[in-house]
C-alpha cells in the first residue's frame, strides 16, 4: 500500500504526477502535482506557502487571491498545471529583506485588518489594482475589491489603506 | 474630569500585525504535525430523517484508510447541562449533534467520519459508507413547529414552561415571560397603540475561514488539539464532557482565528478528529468546506416577534408586550432569554410583559427590529434613556421635505442595545531584563485584542505600547479564559492585565525598597517612575530597575484571574439614507453612520472597526441575506455566490462617531464594543425604506424581491394589474 512520505499530500486523485517547472515570487520553483490538484492546493499543500488562504475553494470569497502573469486571479480556480511555464506572485513574495511592501505597511497604520484571514487576498488583489491603475478613485478601488469578501471590516479601513498607499507611491 | 492618558486612545500598530500581512500568521489549516492524516464527515443528505442503519464495513478495504468512526464511538451521553463557553448546553444534544446516533435533524447533519492518508482517499472513503434512513416530515418554520401537530423533533423533549416542566413532548424547548407592572392597565393609559409582527430569516456569521481543527491522542492518552476557536479553554470542557476524558489530559493550542461571530464556540469537528486520533495514533486535521460551515453549524437563528406598544399623546411610553420566537435549529439552545432581556432595554416603560417560547440561538437584533419598527419609538428617548447621549436620536429627519425631493430616497434612525458579558479572565505578565514585559492572555485574538489589552496594561506600567509583548497562550499555559466573544474581552481580560501589571508595580516596588533599604510603602510609582518617598532624587526607571530583578531576588511575574460584575452595557445608533431603484427593487445605501458608546476607546482604530464591520453585517442581513430551504429542508444557497453578503462595491464608507461615557465597572471605562452595532442597521434601513416608499417592511431580508412585491411591480398585485 503505498503511504505518502510527507504528511501532506494534498488532495491528489492518482498517479500521473505532473511536473510543472514555474516561477514562483521570482524564484525557479518546481513541483509534481496530480492533474486535478489546484493552484491553492499545490501552494499550501505541496510547496507549504500557506499564506494564501482557503475560504470557500469556489471562487467566491477570495481569499485565494494571488497574481498570475500580473493578472488577478483565485488560485482555488487555477490548475496547477496551469502555471507551468508562468509567473505566480504570492502573499509571500511581497516583502523584500529592505522591509514590507507598501500596502503591507498601509495595511497595519490603517489598521486595515481584524482576523485578517483575508487580508493576504485583500494585499494582493490590491497590488494588482495599483500595478494597472496607479491612481484609482474610491469606486474604482471598490469595484476591483467586490470579488474579496470581508467580513470584519465593513472595508472602509482597507479602502482607506489603498487610497493612501496610492498617494504615497505616486509622491 | 478628564484623565491624560499616555497609550490609552493612540493608535500603535497591532503586535501581530506583521505576521497577519505577510501571511506568516498560523491559522487552524497552517498547522502542520507530523505524520497528519486528513479527516472527512458524511453527512446527511436529508432534513429529518431516522437512521435505520450505519454500515461503515466496506470502509477499511479501501488502501489509505486509517480510521472509521460513527456516533457509537463517543461515550454515551445523559441529559446533563454542561458549559458551552458563552452558554450552556445539554450534553446529549450536543453529542447527538456531533456525530448522529439515533436521527439525523438537518441537511449536513454528521453521521460518521474517516481518516485517511489523503483528502481524496478520504473522500472516496466516504462513498463507501451506507446509511439507510426512514425519511421524516422537515419543520421548517419556527411557528409551523410550535403547532400541536407539528412532526416532533425530539420524541423526549418536553417543553419547560415558566419554571415547570410537564405534559406531552413538543417542539417548543423553553417558555420564559418577564412581567412589570400592570400591561393591559398600561395599556389603558395609551392614547395611541401600535402593534407589529416582524419576522427574521436565518442568517449566517459569515466568517471567511471555515471551521479547522487538528487533533492528536497520544500514547499516553492525553490529547492535544489545535483549533480555530473563540475559546481555548471552552473548546477542552467540551471535548471533556464529550470524550469522557478529565480536562487534565486536553491541552488546547489556539490558533489565529479567521473570524468567529459566535459561530466558532460550540465544538463541532475537535472531537471527531480526536476519536479519529485515537483510532489511528497519527495526527489528523479535519478542515469544512463553505458548503459545510453554511449547513453543519450554528447560524442566527430566524425568528418571529409580536411587539405592541403604547405611548401617550406627549410621548411616554406607558406599555408593552411582546411575544418573541426563535428558531435555533435541530437542538435547544437559541439565546431566547438574551433576546428578552433586551427587546425594552431601551426605554422606560413602566407595564410590559415579554413571552418567549423557544424552538429548538445570539439575538438581540430580532426584538429590536420588532421595536424599532413602531414609528413612536422615539419619542420616548431622552438624554436619560441612553446614558447621556440622547441628542443624537430626536432626528425627525425632515421627512416629508426629503421624500418631495426625491420619491425613492429615505433616511431611517434606529437605536440598539446589548448587555455585553464579563467572564472570566486570566492574565500573567513576565518583566524581562530589558524593561520589557511578556503579557500572557488566553483571549484569541480575533480583531485586535492583543494590541487593546497590552496598551492596558501599557498604560498602567507607564510603558510604551510597544513594550508589552502579548502572547495569546494555550490552555496549560495560562489560567482560565472564557471565550472572545460577548463583547466580553476588551473588558474583562482589560481587567485582569490591569491588575497583573498592579502586581507586577507591587513587586517592583518591593526591588526598589530593598535597593534603597526603605520600606515598600516608602516606595512610590508614577508613569514608570519608581521613587523614594522624602527624596525625589532617588529614582528608578521601570526600565532601570527591570535590569536589578537578579541582584534583588530573582524574576517578577505578575498575575491576575478575575470575574469582573461591572459590565457597561453597549448603545449604538444608525443613521442611514439610502435609495431605492424602483424598476429593480435594488437598495443603493448612499450614506451610513454609526453613533455608539465604548465607554473608552482604547485602540479606536479597532473601535471603528467594530462599529463599520458590525454595521456592514447588518447591512447584509437587512437586505440581502438568509438560509434558502427548499421544501424538504434541504439549504440550497450553501455557497458564497447564493448566500451573498456585502462586498466593498455594495457599501459606501460608514461613519463611524465615538461616544464615551465610561463605565464606571471598568479602570479605564471600557465598554463592550463588537456586537452592538449589528443591532440596529436592519431597523435604520426599515425606517428609511418607510420613508422612502411609504411602505413598512416587517421581514428580513428587504431584498428586491420582497420590495417589488411591496411595491406591486412583481406578484399577485402585479398579475392582477
Same mark, same amino acid.
Given at each position: 500500500?503505498?503511504?505518502?512520505?510527507?504528511?501532506?499530500?494534498?488532495?491528489?486523485?492518482?498517479?500521473?504526477?505532473?511536473?510543472?517547472?514555474?516561477?514562483?515570487?521570482?524564484?525557479?520553483?518546481?513541483?509534481?502535482?496530480?492533474?486535478?490538484?489546484?493552484?491553492?492546493?499545490?501552494?499550501?499543500?505541496?510547496?507549504?506557502?500557506?499564506?494564501?488562504?482557503?475560504?470557500?475553494?469556489?471562487?467566491?470569497?477570495?481569499?485565494?487571491?494571488?497574481?498570475?502573469?500580473?493578472?488577478?486571479?483565485?488560485?482555488?480556480?487555477?490548475?496547477?498545471?496551469?502555471?507551468?511555464?508562468?509567473?505566480?506572485?504570492?502573499?509571500?513574495?511581497?516583502? *523584500?529583506?529592505?522591509?514590507?511592501?507598501?500596502?503591507?505597511?498601509?495595511?497595519?497604520?490603517?489598521?486595515?485588518?481584524?482576523?485578517?484571514?483575508?487580508?493576504?487576498?485583500?494585499?494582493?488583489?490590491?497590488? %494588482?489594482?495599483?500595478?494597472?491603475?496607479?491612481?484609482?478613485?474610491?469606486?474604482?478601488?471598490?469595484?476591483?475589491? %467586490?470579488?474579496?469578501?470581508?467580513?470584519?471590516?465593513?472595508?472602509?479601513?482597507?479602502?482607506?489603506?489603498?487610497?493612501?498607499?496610492?498617494?504615497?507611491?505616486?509622491? | 474630569?478628564?484623565?491624560?492618558?499616555?497609550?490609552?486612545?493612540?493608535?500603535?500598530?497591532?503586535?501581530?500585525?506583521?505576521?497577519?500581512?505577510?501571511?506568516?500568521?498560523?491559522?487552524?489549516?497552517?498547522?502542520?504535525?507530523? @505524520?497528519?492524516?486528513?479527516?472527512?464527515?458524511?453527512?446527511?443528505?436529508?432534513?429529518?430523517?431516522?437512521?435505520?442503519?450505519?454500515?461503515?464495513?466496506?470502509?477499511?478495504?479501501?488502501?489509505?484508510?486509517?480510521?472509521?468512526?460513527?456516533?457509537?464511538?463517543?461515550?454515551?451521553?445523559?441529559?446533563?447541562?454542561?458549559?458551552?463557553?458563552?452558554?450552556?448546553?445539554?450534553?446529549?444534544?450536543?453529542?447527538?449533534?456531533?456525530?448522529?446516533?439515533?436521527?439525523?435533524?438537518?441537511?449536513?447533519?454528521?453521521?460518521?467520519?474517516?481518516?485517511?492518508?489523503?483528502?481524496?482517499?478520504?473522500?472516496? %472513503?466516504?462513498?463507501?459508507?451506507?446509511?439507510?434512513?426512514?425519511?421524516?416530515?422537515?419543520?421548517?418554520?419556527?411557528?409551523?413547529?410550535?403547532?400541536?401537530?407539528?412532526?416532533?423533533?425530539?420524541?423526549?423533549?418536553?417543553?419547560?414552561?415558566?419554571?415547570?416542566?410537564?405534559?406531552?413532548?413538543?417542539?417548543?424547548?423553553?417558555?420564559?415571560?418577564?412581567?412589570?407592572?400592570?400591561?393591559?392597565?398600561?395599556?389603558?393609559?395609551?392614547?395611541? =397603540?401600535?402593534?407589529?409582527?416582524?419576522?427574521?430569516?436565518?442568517?449566517?456569521?459569515?466568517?471567511?475561514?471555515?471551521?479547522?481543527?487538528?487533533?492528536?491522542?497520544?500514547?499516553?492518552?492525553?490529547?492535544?488539539?489545535?483549533?480555530?476557536?473563540?475559546?481555548?479553554?471552552?473548546?477542552?470542557?467540551?471535548?471533556?464532557?464529550?470524550?469522557?476524558?478529565?480536562?487534565?489530559?486536553?491541552?488546547?493550542?489556539?490558533?489565529?482565528?479567521?473570524?468567529?461571530?459566535?459561530?466558532?464556540?460550540?465544538?463541532?469537528?475537535?472531537?471527531?478528529?480526536?476519536?479519529?486520533?485515537?483510532?489511528?495514533?497519527?495526527?489528523?486535521?479535519?478542515?469544512?468546506?463553505?458548503?459545510?460551515?453554511?449547513?453543519?453549524?450554528?447560524?442566527?437563528?430566524?425568528?418571529?416577534?409580536?411587539?405592541?406598544?403604547?405611548?401617550?399623546?406627549?410621548?411616554?411610553?406607558?406599555?408593552?408586550?411582546?411575544?418573541?420566537?426563535?428558531?435555533?435549529?435541530?437542538?435547544?439552545?437559541?439565546?431566547?432569554?438574551?433576546?428578552?432581556?433586551?427587546?425594552?432595554?431601551?426605554?422606560?416603560?413602566?407595564?410590559?410583559?415579554?413571552?418567549?417560547?423557544?424552538?429548538?440561538?445570539?439575538?438581540?437584533?430580532?426584538?429590536?427590529?420588532?421595536?424599532?419598527?413602531?414609528?413612536?419609538?422615539?419619542?420616548?428617548?431622552?438624554?436619560?434613556?441612553?446614558?447621556?447621549?440622547?441628542?443624537?436620536?430626536?432626528?425627525?429627519?425632515?421627512?416629508?421635505?426629503?421624500?418631495?425631493?426625491?420619491?425613492?430616497?429615505?433616511?431611517?434612525?434606529?437605536?440598539?442595545?446589548?448587555?455585553?458579558?464579563?467572564?472570566?479572565?486570566?492574565?500573567?505578565?513576565?518583566?524581562?531584563?530589558?524593561?520589557?514585559?511578556?503579557?500572557?492572555? @488566553?483571549?484569541?485574538?480575533?480583531?485586535?485584542?492583543?494590541?487593546?489589552?497590552?496598551?492596558?496594561?501599557?498604560?498602567?506600567?507607564?510603558?510604551?505600547?510597544?513594550?508589552?509583548?502579548?502572547?495569546?497562550?494555550? *490552555?496549560?499555559?495560562?489560567?482560565?479564559?472564557?471565550? *472572545?466573544?460577548?463583547?466580553?474581552?476588551?473588558?474583562?481580560?482589560?481587567?485582569?492585565?490591569?491588575?497583573?501589571?498592579?502586581?507586577?508595580?507591587?513587586?517592583?516596588?518591593?526591588?526598589?525598597?530593598?535597593?534603597?533599604?526603605?520600606?515598600?510603602?516608602?516606595?512610590?510609582?508614577?508613569?514608570?517612575?519608581?521613587?523614594?518617598?522624602?527624596?525625589?532624587?532617588?529614582?528608578?526607571?521601570?526600565?532601570?530597575?527591570?535590569?536589578?530583578?537578579?541582584?534583588?531576588?530573582?524574576?517578577?511575574?505578575?498575575?491576575?484571574?478575575?470575574?469582573?460584575?461591572?459590565?457597561?452595557?453597549?448603545?449604538?445608533?444608525?443613521?442611514?439614507?439610502?435609495?431605492?431603484?424602483?424598476?429593480?427593487?435594488?437598495?443603493?445605501?448612499?450614506?451610513?453612520?454609526?453613533?455608539?458608546?465604548?465607554?473608552?476607546?482604547?485602540?479606536?482604530?479597532?473601535?471603528?472597526?467594530?462599529?463599520?464591520?458590525?454595521?456592514?453585517?447588518?447591512?447584509?442581513?437587512?437586505?440581502?441575506?438568509?438560509?434558502?430551504?427548499?421544501?424538504?429542508?434541504?439549504?440550497?444557497?450553501?455557497?458564497?455566490?447564493?448566500?451573498?453578503?456585502?462586498?466593498?462595491?455594495?457599501?459606501?464608507?460608514?461613519?463611524?462617531?465615538?461616544?464615551?461615557?465610561?463605565?464606571?465597572?471598568?479602570?479605564?471605562?471600557?465598554?463592550?464594543?463588537?456586537?452592538?452595532?449589528?443591532?440596529?442597521?436592519?431597523?435604520?434601513?426599515?425606517?428609511?425604506?418607510?420613508?422612502?416608499?411609504?411602505?413598512?417592511?416587517?421581514?428580513?431580508?428587504?431584498?428586491?424581491?420582497? =420590495?417589488?412585491?411591496?411595491?406591486?411591480?412583481?406578484?399577485?398585485?402585479?398579475?392582477?394589474?
Amino acid at each position: 500500500m503505498a503511504e505518502a512520505p510527507l504528511p501532506f499530500q494534498g488532495r491528489g486523485r492518482g498517479r500521473g504526477r505532473l511536473h510543472v517547472s514555474t516561477r514562483i515570487n521570482d524564484e525557479d520553483t518546481e513541483l509534481l502535482c496530480d492533474p486535478s490538484q489546484s493552484l491553492l492546493e499545490c501552494l499550501r499543500d505541496v510547496l507549504g506557502l500557506t499564506g494564501t488562504k482557503e475560504g470557500c475553494n469556489d471562487g467566491n470569497c477570495g481569499a485565494c487571491s494571488v497574481i498570475l502573469n500580473g493578472r488577478l486571479v483565485n488560485a482555488c480556480l487555477v490548475l496547477g498545471a496551469e502555471v507551468d511555464g508562468q509567473e505566480v506572485t504570492t502573499i509571500e513574495g511581497l516583502a *523584500t529583506p529592505e522591509g514590507l511592501h507598501p500596502l503591507q505597511q498601509a495595511f497595519l497604520e490603517h489598521a486595515a485588518l481584524q482576523c485578517g484571514i483575508c487580508t493576504p487576498g485583500f494585499i494582493l488583489a490590491a497590488k %494588482a489594482l495599483l500595478d494597472r491603475e496607479p491612481q484609482p478613485s474610491e469606486e474604482r478601488i471598490r469595484f476591483w475589491l %467586490a470579488g474579496n469578501l470581508c467580513r470584519c471590516t465593513g472595508y472602509n479601513k482597507i479602502v482607506e489603506a489603498i487610497t493612501s498607499t496610492a498617494a504615497e507611491l505616486a509622491q | 474630569m478628564t484623565t491624560e492618558y499616555r497609550v490609552i486612545s493612540t493608535r500603535p500598530i497591532r503586535p501581530d500585525g506583521v505576521d497577519k500581512v505577510t501571511g506568516r500568521a498560523v491559522y487552524g489549516a497552517d498547522v502542520r504535525l507530523t @505524520g497528519t492524516l486528513i479527516g472527512k464527515i458524511l453527512r446527511s443528505p436529508h432534513a429529518h430523517a431516522r437512521i435505520r442503519r450505519i454500515d461503515v464495513s466496506q470502509v477499511r478495504a479501501l488502501p489509505g484508510v486509517k480510521a472509521v468512526v460513527t456516533g457509537q464511538d463517543l461515550p454515551e451521553a445523559d441529559d446533563r447541562i454542561v458549559d458551552l463557553g458563552e452558554d450552556t448546553g445539554n450534553l446529549k444534544h450536543l453529542r447527538d449533534n456531533i456525530l448522529a446516533t439515533d436521527k439525523v435533524l438537518y441537511h449536513g447533519h454528521a453521521i460518521a467520519a474517516v481518516a485517511a492518508v489523503s483528502a481524496s482517499v478520504a473522500e472516496e %472513503a466516504l462513498k463507501l459508507i451506507d446509511v439507510e434512513y426512514e425519511l421524516l416530515p422537515p419543520v421548517l418554520d419556527v411557528r409551523e413547529a410550535m403547532r400541536e401537530d407539528a412532526p416532533l423533533l425530539h420524541e423526549t423533549l418536553i417543553t419547560e414552561s415558566l419554571g415547570e416542566t410537564g405534559g406531552r413532548p413538543s417542539n417548543v424547548a423553553e417558555h420564559i415571560q418577564h412581567l412589570l407592572g400592570d400591561p393591559e392597565q398600561g395599556f389603558r393609559q395609551a392614547d395611541v =397603540i401600535v402593534e407589529r409582527e416582524v419576522a427574521t430569516a436565518t442568517v449566517h456569521q459569515g466568517y471567511i475561514e471555515p471551521h479547522v481543527a487538528t487533533a492528536l491522542w497520544n500514547a499516553d492518552d492525553h490529547l492535544t488539539i489545535w483549533c480555530s476557536t473563540q475559546g481555548a479553554f471552552a473548546v477542552r470542557q467540551q471535548c471533556a464532557d464529550l470524550l469522557g476524558l478529565p480536562v487534565s489530559r486536553i491541552r488546547v493550542f489556539p490558533t489565529e482565528i479567521g473570524g468567529g461571530f459566535g459561530g466558532k464556540i460550540n465544538v463541532y469537528l475537535e472531537p471527531v478528529a480526536a476519536l479519529l486520533s485515537r483510532q489511528s495514533g497519527r495526527p489528523v486535521q479535519m478542515a469544512m468546506s463553505r458548503a459545510e460551515v453554511f449547513r453543519a453549524t450554528g447560524p442566527t437563528p430566524g425568528s418571529w416577534v409580536r411587539v405592541k406598544m403604547g405611548t401617550t399623546r406627549d410621548g411616554r411610553l406607558v406599555a408593552a408586550d411582546a411575544e418573541i420566537a426563535f428558531e435555533a435549529g435541530a437542538y435547544p439552545g437559541s439565546p431566547i432569554s438574551a433576546a428578552t432581556q433586551c427587546v425594552f432595554a431601551c426605554y422606560y416603560i413602566p407595564n410590559g410583559r415579554i413571552d418567549g417560547p423557544v424552538f429548538p440561538r445570539i439575538g438581540s437584533i430580532e426584538c429590536l427590529e420588532a421595536a424599532k419598527a413602531n414609528p413612536h419609538y422615539q419619542a420616548a428617548l431622552s438624554r436619560e434613556d441612553v446614558g447621556g447621549n440622547g441628542n443624537v436620536y430626536a432626528n425627525d429627519m425632515g421627512a416629508a421635505a426629503l421624500r418631495s425631493a426625491r420619491a425613492l430616497r429615505g433616511r431611517g434612525v434606529a437605536h440598539g442595545f446589548w448587555f455585553n458579558a464579563g467572564l472570566q479572565s486570566s492574565c500573567t505578565i513576565n518583566v524581562s531584563v530589558d524593561g520589557s514585559v511578556q503579557l500572557v492572555e @488566553g483571549s484569541t485574538d480575533i480583531g485586535g485584542t492583543r494590541a487593546s489589552i497590552a496598551m492596558q496594561a501599557a498604560e498602567v506600567l507607564g510603558l510604551a505600547a510597544e513594550d508589552v509583548k502579548p502572547v495569546v497562550a494555550d *490552555t496549560a499555559s495560562v489560567g482560565y479564559t472564557s471565550v *472572545t466573544g460577548g463583547s466580553r474581552t476588551t473588558y474583562a481580560t482589560g481587567i485582569a492585565a490591569i491588575e497583573a501589571a498592579h502586581d507586577v508595580i507591587r513587586q517592583m516596588r518591593e526591588r526598589a525598597a530593598l535597593l534603597w533599604e526603605l520600606d515598600s510603602e516608602e516606595v512610590t510609582f508614577d508613569r514608570g517612575v519608581f521613587t523614594a518617598a522624602g527624596n525625589p532624587g532617588q529614582q528608578l526607571s521601570f526600565k532601570e530597575l527591570a535590569a536589578e530583578l537578579e541582584e534583588t531576588g530573582g524574576p517578577i511575574t505578575g498575575r491576575a484571574t478575575v470575574l469582573p460584575e461591572g459590565r457597561g452595557g453597549a448603545f449604538a445608533t444608525n443613521i442611514v439614507d439610502l435609495e431605492v431603484d424602483p424598476d429593480t427593487g435594488k437598495v443603493t445605501i448612499l450614506r451610513f453612520t454609526i453613533v455608539q458608546d465604548a465607554g473608552k476607546a482604547i485602540h479606536p482604530s479597532y473601535v471603528e472597526g467594530q462599529m463599520q464591520g458590525g454595521s456592514a453585517q447588518g447591512i447584509g442581513w437587512a437586505l440581502n441575506e438568509e438560509y434558502a430551504m427548499d421544501e424538504q429542508g434541504h439549504l440550497v444557497n450553501a455557497s458564497f455566490l447564493d448566500y451573498r453578503m456585502p462586498t466593498a462595491l455594495d457599501l459606501p464608507m460608514i461613519d463611524p462617531v465615538i461616544v464615551e461615557v465610561p463605565n464606571p465597572g471598568h479602570p479605564f471605562g471600557v465598554r463592550g464594543v463588537g456586537e452592538v452595532p449589528i443591532v440596529a442597521p436592519p431597523a435604520a434601513i426599515a425606517n428609511a425604506l418607510y420613508h422612502a416608499l411609504g411602505i413598512r417592511f416587517s421581514h428580513l431580508p428587504m431584498n428586491p424581491r420582497a =420590495i417589488l412585491e411591496a411595491t406591486g411591480q412583481i406578484g399577485a398585485a402585479a398579475s392582477s394589474k
